[in-house]
């Protein structure tokens, strides 16, 4: 039994979406003090796609409980299914924590050009805090990592069901 369209779309697309963000943060992090102008696009960017990214993970919250989705492979070992169900959890978790820990370091930057989402400006929650800053900025970045080495786990798991345990692909469902 494959996903339902609409959920299969909407991973996909965020996936392609978080990978992005992934890369354009770890990208545009040491251009903050060289080049301000061209830091300051970048995080545009950042903020615009990350508050969709967060939009995106709220319509797969209210979409998913609509539909009958498929159990994982019966034939697939406990530890397996175990260590998917955990994946999946902290990549929902992380897919929530991150944007909101994004959007509060955004906003309590002493030198915030304000949190905007492609043009339109968004409410600072916190500005002019530098010790709530810190902190954000500190568990934002390191989410973020978190983030990664989970959807490396999960994408490991996907490929290892499709090539080597072919009773168990999960992939197929995906795709």
């Not at 299969?8 to 992090?29: E, K």
């Not at 615009?48 to 979409?63: D, E, Q």
Request: proline share 6%; no cysteine; glycine share 4%.
């Amino acid at each position: 039994m494959k996903y339902p369209v609409s959920i299969r779309a909407i991973h996909w697309l965020s996936a392609a979406l978080i990978i992005g963000l992934l890369v354009l943060g770890i990208y545009m992090t040491p251009f903050d003090m060289d080049n301000m102008e061209y830091s300051e696009s970048l995080y545009f960017w950042h903020k615009s796609f990350g508050i969709l990214a967060f939009l995106f993970v709220a319509v797969r919250l209210v979409n998913k409980p609509r539909h009958a989705l498929p159990d994982l492979p019966k034939g697939m070992p406990r530890h397996e299914k175990l260590a998917a169900k955990a994946a999946h959890r902290a990549l929902y978790i992380l897919m929530v924590v991150i944007p909101i820990l994004g959007y509060i370091q955004s906003s309590a930057y002493e030198y915030s050009s304000g949190v905007h989402f492609f043009g339109m400006d968004l409410p600072e929650l916190i500005p002019n805090s530098k010790p709530v800053f810190d902190v954000a900025n500190f568990l934002h970045k390191w989410a973020s990592y978190a983030f990664i080495a989970v959807i490396v786990a999960h994408v490991a798991g996907a490929i290892k069901h499709r090539l080597f345990d072919r009773e168990n692909d999960v992939l197929n469902r995906m795709l």
